[in-house]
């Protein structure tokens, strides 16, 4: 079982910067791949980018590459996702949640925090 808890959301404007931050509970979240994904009012929820259980590899959807970066730091059981030059199209709830599997599918991941509110001003 693990419990995730997103932070660090917030009111920026476009071309700021923001650092989320997921803290996970449980003794394996090494052992799990990382994901964020993001859901707009009225809009599926999309993939925005994961990380492996080493931290080794990573990857990004297109729209986040070379502005979004995400990282791990398994002592502490946490992850990031660094957010930079953001958009207004960036506004959305932010979530992170965890996977068995190197997954960009929402469906492969078995834990969910409850997500925390991006809003980009222009």
């Known amino acids: 079982q693990v419990q995730l808890v997103e932070s660090g959301g917030g009111l920026v404007q476009a071309g700021d910067s923001l650092r989320l931050t997921c803290a996970a509970s449980g003794r394996t979240f090494n052992s799990y791949t990382m994901g964020w994904f993001r859901q707009a009012p009225g809009k599926e929820r999309e993939f925005v980018g994961r990380i492996s259980g080493s931290g080794r590899s990573t990857s990004y959807a297109d729209s986040m590459k070379g502005r979004f970066t995400i990282s791990r730091d398994n002592a502490r059981n946490t992850m990031y996702l660094e957010m930079n030059s953001l958009k207004r199209e960036d506004t959305a709830r932010y979530y992170c949640?965890?996977?068995?599997?190197?997954?960009?599918?929402?469906?492969?991941?078995?834990?969910w925090g409850q997500g925390t509110q991006v809003t980009v001003s222009s």
């Open positions: 949640a965890a996977s068995r599997s190197f997954s960009t599918n929402s469906g492969a991941y078995d834990y």
